[in-house]
């Protein structure tokens, strides 16, 4: 097409309803309700809502990355101080869960790389192998003989029963 139309030759058709210029002295009832709505109803919400949002953008709260300060141990806590041992038990149920799923991620890479690799999965996988093993073996040896309703205090005399038995072969191998 060329740049200088000719707009005689090309009418634009008129509309099919033609534009109202009504001009009454009574306002239109429905933007009088509009406008009452916008400023008595949703002005103040929307102003209120924009607000929250500021406030909750300064103070982000992750609830999936949550951290909680680390607490003393039992070994650590005062004879009678029942809130100590309270908050060591928790603290150990943390640190149980967490050592679970770090079990099952590392069960879930070996499954993954068995899966991609096939019949060379011995030799491919030999590294995911290797730490699943010490993975589990550190699990056993601090979880092990507990029981559905292991504690803390349980897990503690378990550490210091390993403890004295690990001292005691090394002193016969000194001797």
Known sequence: MPEDRDWEAYK??????????????VPNPITFV????????DAPVTFFREWMERQQAKNKFYYYHQKFRRVPDLSECLEGDYLCFFEAEAQWRRDRMVDQEIVEIVRERLGACKQREGP?????????????????????????????HGNARTCLMKQKQRMMEERKAQAKASQ
């Open 12 to 25: 634009v058709p008129p509309t099919r309803t033609p534009v109202s210029d009504r001009i009454t002295s």
């Open 34 to 41: 509009q406008t009452v709505f916008n400023y008595v109803i």
């Open 120 to 148: 060379n999965q011995f030799q491919n996988c030999a590294k995911e192998v290797e730490q699943l093993a010490q993975v589990t073996k550190a699990y056993q040896d601090r979880y092990g003989d507990l029981g559905v």
